[in-house]
T-cell receptor, first 110, second 114 residues
Framework: GEDVEQSLFLSVREGDSSVINCTYTDSSSTYLYWYKQEPGAGLQLLTYIFSNMDMKQDQRLTVLLNKKDKHLSLRIADTQTGDSAIYFCAEQTGANNLFFGTGTRLTVIP | NAGVMQNPRHLVRRRGQEARLRCSPMKGHSHVYWYRQLPEEGLKFMVYLQKENIIDESGMPKERFSAEFPKEGPSILRIQQVVRGDSAAYFC????????????FGPGTRLLVL
C-alpha cells in the first residue's frame, strides 16, 4: 500500500533556503504534489511534478524528484515569515485520489 | 471566480446527531473528492464522486457515512449518529474533467462532536 513520509518539523532563518523532504512507496504514482496549509485554512496547491520529470522550478520553489529512490523535495529560496505553514507531500495513486504525508511544520525565524 | 466553497466552516454536534457537510466545487469542475484530517495528521482520502456517480469510496467508513453529488446543487457528506471520533476537519476538493490531476481544496468544515 501507499506510504508517504515526511519529517515533522523544520526551522530556518528568514532569508535562508528551506528544503522539505518526502519519501513515498508507490512506484506507480503519476503525479507528486506539494500543498501548503496555514493555520485554520484549507490546502493550497503549491506545485506538482509529473513522474517522468526530475526537476521543476517555479519562482522561489524548486521541486526535485528522484524516482529511483522514491524521494521528493521542495526547496524554498529566500524563505520569508509568510512561508511559515505546514507543507504536505502527496502522491496521486492509480485511483486518482491523493495520498498525503503527515506534513512538515516549517517555522521561519525572523 | 470563486474557489471551492464549503459550509458550514464549523459544526458542533452532540453524539448521536447527524452532520451534513456541503461542498460546491469550482465553476466548471465536475469531479469532487472528500478528505478527512484528524488532529495533527495528514489528510486521508474518503470518496471520489462525479455528477450523480460515486467513482471510488474505498476510504469511506462502512457505516454511518454517505456522500452524494447530485445533478444540481452541492456535494453532501453525511455522517449519521456521530461519535466523538468523527471530530475532524473535512476537506472537499474539486478538479476539472480535463485536468483531473489538479485538485483544488476548499477551506474545510471543522466538525466537533461533544
Amino acid at each position: 500500500g501507499e506510504d508517504v513520509e515526511q519529517s515533522l518539523f523544520l526551522s530556518v532563518r528568514e532569508g535562508d533556503s528551506s528544503v522539505i523532504n518526502c519519501t513515498y512507496t508507490d512506484s506507480s504514482s503519476t503525479y507528486l504534489y506539494w500543498y501548503k496549509q496555514e493555520p485554520g485554512a484549507g490546502l493550497q496547491l503549491l506545485t506538482y511534478i509529473f513522474s517522468n520529470m526530475d526537476m521543476k522550478q517555479d519562482q522561489r520553489l524548486t521541486v526535485l524528484l528522484n524516482k529511483k529512490d522514491k524521494h521528493l523535495s521542495l526547496r524554498i529560496a529566500d524563505t520569508q515569515t509568510g512561508d511559515s505553514a505546514i507543507y504536505f507531500c502527496a502522491e496521486q495513486t492509480g485511483a486518482n485520489n491523493l495520498f498525503f504525508g503527515t506534513g512538515t511544520r516549517l517555522t521561519v525565524i525572523p | 471566480n470563486a474557489g471551492v466553497m464549503q459550509n458550514p466552516r464549523h459544526l458542533v454536534r452532540r453524539r448521536g446527531q447527524e452532520a451534513r457537510l456541503r461542498c460546491s466545487p469550482m465553476k466548471g469542475h465536475s469531479h469532487v473528492y472528500w478528505y478527512r484530517q484528524l488532529p495533527e495528521e495528514g489528510l486521508k482520502f474518503m470518496v471520489y464522486l462525479q455528477k450523480e456517480n460515486i467513482i471510488d469510496e474505498s476510504g469511506m467508513p462502512k457505516e454511518r457515512f454517505s456522500a452524494e453529488f447530485p445533478k444540481e446543487g452541492p456535494s453532501i457528506l453525511r455522517i449519521q449518529q456521530v461519535v466523538r471520533g468523527d471530530s475532524a476537519a473535512y476537506f472537499c476538493a474539486s478538479s476539472h474533467r480535463d485536468r483531473i490531476e489538479t485538485q483544488y481544496f476548499g477551506p474545510g468544515t471543522r466538525l466537533l462532536v461533544l
